[in-house]
T-cell receptor, first 114, second 115 residues
Framework: DTAVSQTPKYLVTQMGNDKSIKCEQN?????MYWYKQDSKKFLKIMFS???????INETVPNRFSPKSPDKAHLNLHINSLELGDSAVYFC?????????????FGSGTQLSVL | AQSVTQLDSQVPVFEEAPVELRCNYS??????LFWYVQYPNQGLQLLLK??????LVKGINGFEAEFNKSQTSFHLRKPSVHISDTAEYFC?????????????FGKGTKLSVKP
């Protein structure tokens, strides 16, 4: 059983389109995250939700909107896709947010905007 | 602001050779340090972490890392690597008082183990 699963694994789309990436965790964790890994391999936090509430919102264009219907799901919706949005997006979860916790990552969604 | 520097983007080694992946950080406050590993087509997994206490930290798969405060380093080592260790390794830093969402990751080092 996959602990943190994200779909789709690959997403190829045209500029200007709207797309969503889904994430689900079956670990019973309270906190979920979205990270962006750019072409230079930098992994940066985008959003963090704790029990369906937004707790971290880094400097991300408002074209990106996370949605958490319940604490096991954190979906990422992107409007008006741009070339610079091409990256690998990782979902992650943790039981709580303390330093003794560890992040459990999904296997990533490679987004290519043409 | 914190930052993490992984000096080597790629490290090729032969099987059974020792390896060291370097990580340096900068921060104006005390930090926690982590190493994550990403196997091909998978998400990142925690390899080991330094929170406090002994500066030599042992992790999974025979890896260990040593926290050196004076040199602001947290290098990852393994005395004898296997083909299965081929992966990307990410060093990360977290300020005291920060939460997991505040982790700052380095750019990663790709370890390639050759037979």
């Amino acid at each position: 059983d996959t602990a943190v699963s994200q779909t789709p694994k690959y997403l190829v789309t045209q500029m200007g389109n709207d797309k969503s990436i889904k994430c689900e965790q079956n670990l019973g964790h309270d906190t979920m995250y979205w990270y962006k890994q750019d072409s230079k391999k930098f992994l940066k936090i985008m959003f963090s939700y704790n029990n369906k509430e937004l707790i971290i919102n880094e400097t991300v264009p408002n074209r990106f909107s996370p949605k958490s219907p319940d604490k096991a799901h954190l979906n990422l919706h992107i409007n008006s896709l741009e070339l610079g949005d091409s990256a690998v997006y990782f979902c992650a979860s943790s039981p709580l947010t303390g330093v003794n916790e560890k992040l459990f990552f999904g296997s990533g969604t490679q987004l290519s905007v043409l | 602001a914190q930052s993490v520097t992984q000096l080597d983007s790629q490290v090729p080694v032969f099987e059974e050779a020792p390896v060291e992946l370097r990580c340096n950080y900068s921060s104006s406050v005390s930090v926690y340090l982590f190493w994550y590993v990403q196997y091909p087509n998978q998400g990142l997994q925690l390899l080991l972490k330094y929170l406090s206490g002994s500066t030599l930290v042992k992790g999974i798969n025979g890896f260990e890392a040593e926290f050196n405060k004076s040199q602001t380093s947290f290098h990852l080592r393994k005395p004898s690597v296997h083909i299965s260790d081929t992966a990307e390794y990410f060093c990360a830093v977290l300020n005291y008082g920060g939460s997991q969402g505040n982790l700052i990751f380095g750019k990663g080092t790709k370890l390639s183990v050759k037979p």
